[in-house]
Nanobody, 116 residues
Framework: QVQLVESGGGLVQPGGSLRLSCAASGSRSSFNYMGWYRQAPGKQRELVAL???????NYADSVKGRFTISRDDAKNMVTLQMNSLKPEDTAVYYCGVGAIAALGYWGQGTQITVSS
């Protein structure tokens, strides 16, 4: 059974930085894809960044140049470094993993609030 534990959420001022981490346990074949999605109030969950084992990451246009996803396959961890945060980045961020791009396992979610 795959389990994901997220950490690193919180409140930050516009222009600030935060780092999210997600530790995964379970079958390594479920970790081919590791990524982050977010859901703002009243909106659908959307892709933020997706990392493919051995491939190049994909980013939402809204975060390109500001967010960086990285993974440590030895530790089964994925992180999201978020810089130059904007109020519109406020959302619950979810870590997800999957054997395919349609991620099948999700963390509990962590709140990111960008506000002065």
């Amino acid at each position: 059974q795959v389990q994901l534990v997220e950490s690193g959420g919180g409140l930050v001022q516009p222009g600030g930085s935060l780092r999210l981490s997600c530790a995964a346990s379970g079958s390594r074949s479920s970790f081919n894809y590791m990524g982050w999605y977010r859901q703002a109030p009243g909106k659908q969950r959307e892709l933020v960044a997706l990392s493919t084992r051995g491939g190049s990451p994909n980013y939402a246009d809204s975060v390109k140049g500001r967010f960086t996803i990285s993974r440590d396959d030895a530790k089964n961890m994925v992180t999201l470094q978020m810089n130059s945060l904007k109020p519109e980045d406020t959302a619950v961020y979810y870590c997800g993993v999957g054997a395919i791009a349609a991620l099948g396992y999700w963390g509990q979610g962590t709140q990111i609030t960008v506000s002065s």
